[in-house]
């Protein structure tokens, strides 16, 4: 199975490809786009849009796992980063691929079986897990790959 982990946002959206084969994950590729800050909002959103689309054409990955949104205090944050998680759904959606979501409390204890952990700890389960010589950069790559490696967990699970 490979997998489609995202971590959406509206300035930087990271990413990752994951083959699951039986209880060994392997990253097949990872990365990050930014969309430019003093573009207007749509247009953000159809360039995210744009580059989900062609890393499905591209890595033809069978499922999706984009990560849900936590409570920011920022409400004007929270709901551009919904929106850009919106339109990372609805380009899966069109691609016809089922999509998964996951809160950053599952992702966390997933990686490291600690749903406090903070982002050092995730990124260096990330890196044992897969085997990687070194950390994803940007960190959203790494916790794009978290999300996928969270999903490949809980796929595991539902079909034990």
């Given amino acids: 199975m490979r997998i489609l982990g995202i971590d959406p946002g509206t300035g930087r959206t990271g990413w990752g490809v994951l083959d699951k084969n039986g209880g060994k994950e392997r ?3 990872y990365g990050c786009f930014e969309t430019k800050a003093n573009s207007e909002l749509v247009e953000r959103l159809e360039l995210i849009y744009k580059r989900i689309g062609e890393l499905i054409d591209e890595y033809k990955p069978d499922e999706v796992a984009v990560e849900d949104l936590f409570f920011a205090t ?27 979501s996951y809160t950053p409390l ?38 794009a790959l978290a999300v996928a490696l969270t999903h490949g967990s809980v796929n595991s699970r539902l079909k034990a």
């Fill in 27 to 29: 990253m097949v590729a």
């Fill in 74 to 100: 920022n409400a004007k944050t929270a709901m551009s980063v919904g929106q850009a998680r919106g339109v990372v759904l609805l380009a899966g959606r069109h691609k016809k691929l089922p999509i998964y």
């Fill in 106 to 143: 599952q992702v966390k204890s997933a990686v490291t079986g600690y749903g406090k952990a903070d982002k050092k700890q995730v990124e260096l389960m990330v890196v044992r897990i897969l085997g990687l010589k070194e950390t994803p950069k940007p960190d959203d790559a790494a916790d």
